[in-house]
């Protein structure tokens, strides 16, 4: 068994989203994003599909240039290949899972350009 914590080591950084893995199973890899209000990743997209909760606060979740509005619980699917963009409209933490294929590195550098 294997456990982790959305909220414990919980840090808002001032110039970008936070990125952290939580833990990797046999098939996927659990990431928590953690963004300060107005804080955006810039349009992106992955090869694989993936899944978000939004665990506190509220994004502005954009979609092939469609804002959705995420609140706290709500949680999606995307499949991979799909632009999309993200913008906190409150201070909010977010739970990404990622195919084990994917890299955690491409969700670092999105954060990271969009600062």
């Excluded at 092939?64 to 995420?70: A, K, M, P």
């Amino acid at each position: 068994m294997k456990t982790a914590s959305l909220l414990k080591n919980l840090s808002f950084e001032d110039k970008k989203p936070a990125v952290q893995v939580l833990m990797e199973t046999d098939s996927t890899k659990e990431i928590r994003i953690v963004m300060k209000k107005g804080q955006v990743m810039k349009e992106h997209q992955t090869p694989f599909p993936i899944v978000v909760e939004l665990f506190e606060g509220k994004i502005s979740f954009g979609v092939n240039g469609e804002i959705n509005h995420i609140n706290k619980g709500d949680i999606l699917s995307l499949e991979g290949n799909v632009p999309h963009d993200l913008l906190a409209e409150e201070n909010s933490i977010i739970r990404l899972s990622l195919s084990k294929l994917d890299k955690v590195e491409r969700v670092e550098n999105v954060a990271n350009s969009s600062s």
